[in-house]
C-alpha cells in the first residue's frame, strides 16, 4: 500500500453501480470512472490516456449513488484515494486506484448513456 491522499476526479462512470451491504448492514456502492487526458506530442499527433479509478461511496452517500448514478455519466467525485501496487496474472507490476467518496457531484452525461439519473449540477456531499 502506498498510503492515502485527498483528490478530487472529473471523468466519465464505466459501469452502472453496484451495492452491497456490510455483515453490519453499512451500505456501500461501488463503480468506476475514467479519466482521460489528451494531448498533442511533439510530432503533432494527438495522444490520449485514460486511467481508471475504483470508486467506493458509504452509507448515504452510497444509497444516493446507487439511485442516480449511471454508466457514462460525467461525474466529479472527491475523497481519498488509496493506491495499490500488484503483480498481474503475466507477472508484470500493476498499480489499482481505489477513491473513497467523500463528495459526489453530477456533471452531466454523455448522449448514450441511460435514462433515469441525477440532472447535471447536483451535488452530493455526506
Known sequence: MVGYQYTVIIGNVGRDPEMRYTPQG???CDFSVAVSRRWTDSAGAQQ???TWFKV???????E???EYVRKGMQI??????DAS?????DGKPRASLELTARDVQFLGRRADADEGG???GERFPF
Open 85 to 89: 501496487a500488484y503483480a498481474a496474472k
Open 56 to 62: 467506493s461511496a458509504w452509507r448515504a452517500l452510497a
Open 118 to 120: 441525477a440532472e447535471a
Open 76 to 81: 466529479m467525485v472527491s475523497g481519498e484515494i
Open 64 to 66: 444516493t449513488c446507487n
Open 26 to 28: 453499512v451500505a456501500v
Open 48 to 50: 490520449e490516456r485514460t
